[in-house]
């Protein structure tokens, strides 16, 4: 055994004595674990000492383990954030791009595209209404509209008009993204059943291509055309749920979109949180469910950071109300969570056991992960075409973190210290 890692299990124990100690369940030491838990199989791609890292835990929390009577039959949990971190790509992406090409987006309410999005501005709703002029069908021609199409992709995926005119504005910037909503809302009228075909159709298109495939959506003749799971996170998902691990996912992609991809992964529908649309009759309105003290149709609480939190809460963990919005116990919170985004920083803050970042220099994210105050985060490179190293240290004392208005400044510590900028040691080859 090396010596990074008989460290790493010493510290194992060292967390277990310290949970202890503050009346939580401990977990036990590395020497009294059962052999018997089920293994990691797919080695490949693992940095360092993570996937022992990860064995650890599973030794140490699953149901298999030594410890698992302490826990008076309450399952771990574990939870996945999903694009670029269980899958390379973006399902969101990747369904908007099939819908646009197959024409599959309703024309707006009165026509109007502020109903489209209370948080859309002016230029953006004129650009769109120029782009995409009324007609007699119900649905947008954006298969032969590239005008129109390429409006929509601008305000989807820069969150400007073509013209560069700010297309979002009046939003949390710690609860939602207006053009990760904005794909749900272009949803409306359909059902969700309606939606998942669409997206499966998308997923079996994107699993066939080859890597690096492109395609024509609008004038853009390069848009990603592939998608492929992750071998190791499958693996990883398959070992959790065998040694006893409630495994969730959750996603700032629609959930009948996410819906149609988390099987392939192993995990069932009914444990995968997207973003949730209200319904009408069966059908999917421009409005969003909420969650803790957010109400259904007030539009300003996704699974986007702080919303993870809060969504994890309420459909996990069954806190109602504003205190989902909360940091819960320790004893009640995620063993595991693994995250590639900002957007993923609270809910792997919450996880108590370790903290799994795959590596796309985002800078909130990288700033807590290698400053690792508590010890259990663990860095891993993407594990299909990883990024190389960030040139420049992430600038974590200066403007990584974005406040709930869209001021920027330092990272802090959850003691209020702020994190020194850190240099990215973990990277592609």
């Known amino acids: 055994m090396s010596t990074s890692l008989t460290a790493r299990r010493l510290a194992v124990i060292a967390a277990a004595l310290s949970l202890a100690a503050a009346g939580l369940a401990a977990a036990p030491a590395a020497a009294a674990r059962p052999a018997h838990c089920p293994q990691l199989t797919v080695g490949q791609g693992w940095f360092a000492d993570n996937q022992d890292r990860i064995q650890d ?34 399902i969101g992406d990747a369904t908007l791009y099939w819908l646009l090409r197959h024409s599959k987006i309703r024309r707006p309410a009165h026509g109007d595209w ?3 999005s209370r948080y859309l501005g002016d230029e953006a709703a004129g650009a769109l209404a120029a782009a995409c002029p009324a007609g007699p069908s119900t649905t947008l021609p954006t298969a032969t509209d590239t005008r129109c199409a390429d409006e929509i992709l601008a305000v989807y995926g820069e969150g400007a008009t073509s013209a560069g005119a700010p297309a979002f504005a009046g939003y949390d910037r710690r609860t939602i993204e207006p053009s990760y909503a904005w794909l749900a809302q272009l949803l409306r009228g359909w059902t969700p059943a309606q939606v998942t075909s669409f997206a499966s159709a998308a997923r079996a298109e994107n699993l066939a291509a080859p890597v690096d495939a492109v395609q024509t959506v609008g004038s853009n003749t390069r848009a990603t055309a592939w998608v492929r799971y992750y071998d190791q996170q499958r693996d990883l998902i398959r070992t959790l749920r065998k040694a006893g ?33 209200t319904t009408e009759h069966g059908r999917i ?22 919303g993870k939190r809060c969504w994890i809460n309420q459909e996990i963990l069954k806190v109602r109300g504003a205190a989902a919005e909360k940091v819960q116990p320790a004893g009640r ?17 919450d996880a108590t056991g370790l903290r799994l970042v795959l ?4 800078n909130e994210l990288m700033c807590r992960a290698y400053d690792d105050s ?15 190293r960030k040139a420049a240290p992430y600038p974590c004392a200066g403007t990584a973190y974005t406040d709930h208005d869209g001021r920027t400044g330092p990272v802090r510590r959850a003691d ?3 994190v020194p900028d850190q240099w990215d040691t973990v990277y592609g080859g």
């Not at 979109?257 to 997207?274: F, L, Q, S």
């Open 114 to 116: 502020h109903t489209t």
């Open 285 to 306: 309105t421009a409005h969003l469910k909420g969650c803790g003290s957010v109400r259904d149709g007030a539009d300003s609480m996704i699974t986007y950071i702080d």
């Open 374 to 388: 508590d010890g259990r985060w663990i860095v891993n490179p993407m594990f299909i075409e990883p990024k190389g």
């Open 333 to 349: 919170r995620q063993v595991f969570a693994a995250g590639d985004s900002d957007t993923d920083v609270s809910f792997l803050r």
């Open 245 to 277: 691990f409630d495994v969730w996912i959750t996603s700032a992609s629609p959930e009948p979109v996410v819906d149609a991809w988390a099987r392939g992964a192993g995990v069932a529908p009914d444990h995968a949180i997207g973003i949730r649309s």
């Open 416 to 418: 209020g210290s702020v």
């Open 359 to 362: 590596n796309r220099n985002k």
């Open 57 to 90: 835990l599973i030794d140490t929390y699953g149901t298999c383990g030594a410890g698992a009577g302490a826990r008076h039959g309450k399952r771990p949990l574990a939870v996945f954030d999903w694009d670029n971190t269980v899958v390379k790509n973006d």
